[in-house]
């Protein structure tokens, strides 16, 4: 036997100056609401203090080839505005980034149930357990797997060894993702919409590359409520607003409600308190604690889904006692799910949610 053979390590070519500012600007207009010149004037002072570009590529060789490749336009005026290839762009990189990090850390904090006996494969694998199909064993990652334990000198396959595909049912599942767009989503200095906007961009894109018979609608809830498109989330803002989370039930549950799926759910992501409601045309409004005519109408709407099957999991970006008391509420009236999540980790718990949800039929 020879051995192992080492080689000197070749790394793969870095990416061009354009690829690297590129990276940059996807991110930037993201927290800029898709204005592209304050997201270029971000990128000059970024230039100034950290060289981002070369003597041989500047930041003007950058706008000339965003242009040219399709990802600036100008209006009438002269002023930039972001293509439908850069809103497909953003979207892209928020999965990939997300989704990055969930691989990694094997998708999240908490562990998710097996997907069962479907007929669909799924790119996941997992180890062997008793009752699984022979035909389910991946052979190329068991034979790995058994290199890995055993050694190459003589080849030997254990029980450990074995790796088996996932199997998805071809259920279909219909998701409304509700987002706070009121002012406390950006209240003491931290940003905390552009994560959710992220995430909102990232499920999109999953849904649309991996899942395309499922349906997801994406609405905004400040004073009131109204259905955006996934092209309207780089331009998202947060308003001076309330939070009307029954405006943004009654709105999920109209359009839950023309689905025809079996499996449907609600994803709200909140970091306050609901202070509002709407009574005919005015409007119901206390900052102040948990007003107990808003919190009772918003519990009511909790449980009309929950008679409805529609199971509402909240991620709440917040950590203070008397809002968990709230949401623990809220969640047990539901016979939800409730995550108290920073916004690192808020992607992983969505995205297990949404995979562990759309193999459950209801």
Not at 35 to 59: A, C, F, H, I
């Amino acid at each position: 036997m020879l051995g192992y053979r080492f080689t000197d390590f070749k790394p793969e070519e870095g990416k061009t100056p354009f690829e690297k500012l590129l990276d940059i600007f996807l991110q930037l207009i993201n927290i800029t609401s898709g204005n592209v010149s304050e997201t270029l004037d971000w990128m000059n002072d970024l230039d100034r203090q950290y060289k981002l570009t070369t003597p041989d590529y500047g930041m003007a060789d950058f706008i000339d080839e965003l242009k040219k490749n399709g990802y600036l336009g100008e209006n009438e005026s002269g002023d930039f505005n972001i293509t439908t290839k850069s809103e497909q762009q953003i979207r892209k990189k928020s999965l990939e980034e997300i989704f990055g990090k969930i691989k990694k850390s094997k998708l999240g904090n908490h562990k998710t149930p097996q997907s069962g006996q479907g007929d669909e494969l799924s790119a996941d694998t997992r180890s062997f357990q008793f009752g699984d199909s022979l035909d389910q064993i991946s052979l190329t990652e068991s034979i790995k797997n058994a290199q890995i334990n055993h050694g190459i000198g003589e080849f030997s396959l254990a029980e450990d060894d074995l790796q088996i595909m996932e199997r998805e049912h071809k259920s279909q599942t219909s998701t409304v993702l509700m987002i706070d767009i009121s002012h406390s989503m950006i209240l003491y200095g931290e940003d905390r919409i552009t994560p959710a906007k992220k995430v909102a961009m990232a499920l999109a894109e999953l849904i649309k590359i991996k899942y395309p018979k499922d349906t997801l609608d994406i609405i905004v809830f400040g004073d009131d409520s109204w259905q955006i498109s996934v092209r309207d989330l780089p331009y998202l803002e947060v308003g001076p607003y309330h939070t009307n989370t029954v405006a943004g039930l009654e709105l999920a549950m109209e359009l839950l409600r023309r689905r025809k799926n079996k499996n449907k759910q609600i994803f709200m992501i909140t970091d306050g308190k609901p202070t509002c409601l709407k009574e005919g045309l005015k409007y119901y409004k206390n900052s102040f604690g948990l007003d107990r005519k808003v919190v009772n109408k918003t519990l009511t709407y909790a449980a009309q889904c929950r008679k409805l099957n529609i199971a509402i999991t909240t991620f709440m970006i917040a950590s203070d006692p008397y809002l968990k008391q709230f949401v623990h509420e809220f969640t047990e009236v539901n016979n939800g799910k409730a995550y108290y999540s920073n916004l690192d980790n808020l992607g992983s718990f969505i995205f297990e949610d949404f995979q562990k949800n759309r193999r459950k039929n209801v």
